[in-house]
């Protein structure tokens, strides 16, 4: 939002309010091409490490193994779910003040777009796994069914590309 749409809505505009211009096609290649990287590096040190020479665990391997904890893949993985979280929470800020019926679910997302961010970079998961007999990703699995199935109507309201988008990120 600009300062003039904001001056309009809400008065004169607050000096200590920053605006931030992003250009949705350089955040994503940026956030692909880190991705791509991070996977290259966990390919090229595993190959390496079973076809020519062993690799002590620590620090290469371990730093960007995608399938362990603590490490750079899991610290961007983290960073990633708290910005589409920030993201969601900006939405409901807006729906907000539009007084829009939807406010509701962008804060939810928000909020259950924090936890998964939290629980990436600090293993709740395995804290719950120990604690109870069912693996958390059945409860996870059980309880995105039915956050999935409470959004329909939320889903069937969204303009079809923004749709096509949700249900794209959902399936990845």
């Known amino acids: ?9 809400k008065g004169p505009a607050d000096p200590k309010r920053y605006d931030v211009a992003l250009v949705p096609r350089r955040v994503v290649l940026s ?3 880190i991705t791509l990287m991070l996977l290259l590096c966990h390919v090229g040190l595993t190959l390496y490490h079973y076809e020519f020479d062993e ?5 290469s391997r371990q730093l960007f193994d995608v ?21 969601s929470w900006l939405c409901a800020r ?3 003040d539009d007084k829009d019926s939807c406010m509701v679910h962008w804060y939810a997302l928000a909020i259950g777009f924090l936890f998964p961010s939290l ?3 600090s293993g709740i998961h395995e804290t719950i796994n120990s604690l109870i007999e ?7 699995g059980i309880l995105a069914t039915g956050v999935g199935f409470a959004y329909i109507p939320f889903l069937r309201q969204l ?14």
């Open 1 to 9: 939002m600009t300062n003039t749409n904001r001056q309009s809505r």
């Open 31 to 33: 956030l692909s091409v």
């Open 55 to 59: 690799l002590p665990w620590l620090p």
């Open 67 to 87: 399938d362990e904890e603590n490490n750079l893949p899991i610290w961007f993985s983290g960073f990633l779910l708290s910005i589409v979280a920030a993201c």
């Open 94 to 96: 807006r729906k907000r």
């Open 119 to 121: 629980d990436e970079v």
């Open 134 to 140: 069912m693996s958390s990703a059945i409860l996870g």
């Open 159 to 172: 303009p079809s590309g923004a749709r096509t988008l949700f249900f794209s990120a959902g399936a990845l």
